[in-house]
């Protein structure tokens, strides 16, 4: 791999990692709701699920996994169905949207949650496993040693996920110190709106489609 192509692979990434997704708004609805230290956990969540996809690619799994319509179906709606689920609760939840320093610790999910929820929203995106399935190839000299080439891709995609999503939680946590009433429930009704908008847009993903 050229530092030509490197450079090339990271600006690719950077245009589609900065597109909100469903992990970035759920880094801002982490941040704006519990701050941006217990949103760091939802982070690692997604990291380690783009990770798991990324080492599925390379292993050959995501070309198999690609091509099965029954592990693809399974995971799409899997995926659409959990992303509705978060967004229906963010959505009921909205009087619960208050300053992180004055929630009760019994109303704080633990960091653990946050992170399991963001694993399961990014491992759960067949549009994410055949993105890199298609994606990450095209920047691998078959010539050379392959493990250490999609290790530096990795790499590089999980720290631009993280400056991202990073900076999406502290928008949020700045926009919950500047909102009031009404409109922190606004805020969390769009981030459901959304979720559910993306969970709506999942459901009806087709291989092959725009």
Known sequence: ??????????????????????TVLLAMSNGSRHGVRAACWGMAGAVLADLILIGT???GLGVVLAASEVAFQFIKWAGAAYLAYLGW?????DAALVMPSAQPD?????GLALGLRSFAVAITNPKALLFMSAFLPQFINPAAPLFAQYAILASVMALMNVAVMLAYAALGAQLVRAFRG?????????????LIGLAGTLALYRRGGP
């Open 57 to 59: 690619v390379a292993s």
């Open 182 to 194: 009404a409109g922190l429930r606004w805020l969390n009704r769009a981030c459901g709106g959304l």
């Open 1 to 22: 791999m050229t530092l030509a192509t490197l450079l090339l692979f990271i600006l690719a990434s950077a245009i589609t990692i900065i597109t909100p997704g469903p």
């Open 89 to 93: 609760k963010m959505l009921r939840s």
């Open 106 to 110: 019994a109303a704080r999910p633990g």
